[in-house]
């Protein structure tokens, strides 16, 4: 009841301001009451004018239940974000997701998808062509394992749900109907919030325990410079991190992870400093949708190479080993310092009994 009369007493403002807007010259000039449409005609005539003052206007008072600055401001100021025109805050909010960062963004991880397909159609899997040799290396640690599968999991929760709240009304809702995606998207926004936080620690752990590996070293540049050899059939060596995984590193975990987190934690309104105010959510909201968009067009490549794109990847980070054949055909260098002694084969401390390790793997150097 108390909602329907809030409801009522906003359109009575509108009315009221739009009316007193169009009569006034001052922009930021408060409500002031309007002799009553005498017609339906007049109601829509109006309704332009109310909206166009409403669009015209400065902050405008009115009722609005936000604390702090911008209690009782019903309308925001004028400003300009990059990609809207000059408008209400709001408004251009508006402007930036539904014309830029919902079609490009869209399009971009569409563009991506059908990239990695037709990558995956021409070339198939990559590598697979030197023999096992049987003897293993530890290419990642339980922790460096555990951590990665946190985040990754995490990752994909939040993708997920991050997606459907973007695109979910454009593409599920004319499918599922209003109930069903009502539902979806209350548990979908649920699992997001819970799934944040666990990305956000399980990435700082990612960050710290994969970042030395992924410093520049001579050599990354060529690799770039060729691709990789991903497109010859010849792979360009590398340590343990090729170039292209230290890109994915530094711009997505890092950079884009980082970026994502922070205007997450803002959105949640527990970062100390934002106080919930509509224009640090708006620009949250713009700076959050640009960053995962970005960081999941990123990590479609990412997760497609570590699963069906090149063989025996994932079962290096499933199991923690790789075979040397394995090494040697993806990080060579990697196995060289390996074998010269100056890295050890065995990182991890081996648990208890041999039977926590493959058969074959190499004794620590
Ligand atoms: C379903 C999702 C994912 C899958 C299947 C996956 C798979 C893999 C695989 C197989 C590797 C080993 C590659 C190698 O041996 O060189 C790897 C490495 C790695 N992954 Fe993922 N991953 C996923 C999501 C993520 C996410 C969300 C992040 C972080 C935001 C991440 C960060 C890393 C890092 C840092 C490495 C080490 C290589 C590097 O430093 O670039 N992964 N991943």
């Known amino acids: 009841m108390s909602?329907?009369?809030?409801?009522?007493?906003?359109?009575?403002?509108?009315f009221l301001g739009g009316t007193a807007g169009a009569q006034s010259s001052g922009a930021a000039s408060a409500p002031a009451p309007a002799a009553a449409p005498a017609s339906t005609a007049?109601?829509?005539?109006?309704?332009?004018?109310?909206w166009r003052a409403v669009r015209d206007s400065g902050t405008v008072a009115g009722y609005s239940s936000l604390p702090g600055a911008e209690k009782g401001v019903l309308i925001q100021s004028q400003v300009q974000?990059?990609?809207?025109?000059?408008?209400?805050?709001?408004?251009?909010?508006?402007?930036?997701?539904n014309q830029w960062i919902i079609p490009y963004g869209g399009s971009l991880l569409l563009i991506i998808g059908l990239a990695i397909a037709l990558f995956y159609w021409r070339k198939g899997a990559l590598g697979g062509h030197e023999p096992d040799t049987g003897r293993m290396v530890e290419r990642f640690t339980p922790l460096e394992?555990?951590?990665?599968?946190?985040n990754a999991i995490a990752f994909v929760v939040l993708a997920v749900s991050g997606l459907v709240m973007a695109f979910g009304k454009f593409v599920l809702l004319p499918v599922l109907g209003h109930t069903l995606f009502g539902w979806l998207t209350?548990?979908?926004?649920n699992a997001h919030n819970v799934a944040g936080p666990l990305f956000a620690v399980s990435l700082l752990i990612v960050i710290v325990t994969f970042a030395r590996d992924n410093l520049p070293r001579a050599g990354d540049l060529g690799w770039l410079l060729k691709g990789g050899g991903l497109f010859g059939?010849?792979?360009?060596?590398?340590?343990?991190?090729?170039?292209?995984?230290?890109?994915?590193?530094?711009g997505g975990v890092f950079v884009l992870g980082l970026v994502v987190v922070a205007s997450g934690l803002v959105l949640d309104d527990v970062v100390p400093g934002f106080s919930g105010l509509r224009g640090d959510m708006q620009i949250a909201n713009m700076v959050h949708g640009t960053a995962t968009v970005l960081m999941m067009a990123m990590f479609m490549g990412h997760i497609y190479i570590g699963t069906i794109g090149m063989k025996g990847a994932y079962d290096g980070m499933r199991t923690g080993y790789v075979d040397e054949a394995w090494a040697r055909e993806h990080h060579q260098l990697w196995l060289d310092d390996i074998q010269a002694g100056k890295i050890p084969a065995q990182r991890s401390t081996p648990v208890a009994t041999s039977a926590a390790l493959p058969p074959n793997a190499s004794t620590p150097a």
């Open 3 to 14: 909602k329907l009369i809030r409801h009522l007493m906003l359109v009575a403002l509108l």
């Open 233 to 250: 059939g010849q792979e360009v060596p590398s340590h343990r991190y090729n170039a292209g995984e230290k890109l994915v590193f530094w």
């Open 186 to 189: 209350f548990v979908l926004k």
């Open 42 to 50: 007049d109601v829509n005539v109006n309704k332009a004018t109310v």
């Open 145 to 150: 394992r555990a951590a990665h599968w946190a």
């Open 81 to 97: 974000y990059p990609g809207s025109r000059r408008t209400t805050a709001g408004e251009a909010w508006r402007q930036v997701r």
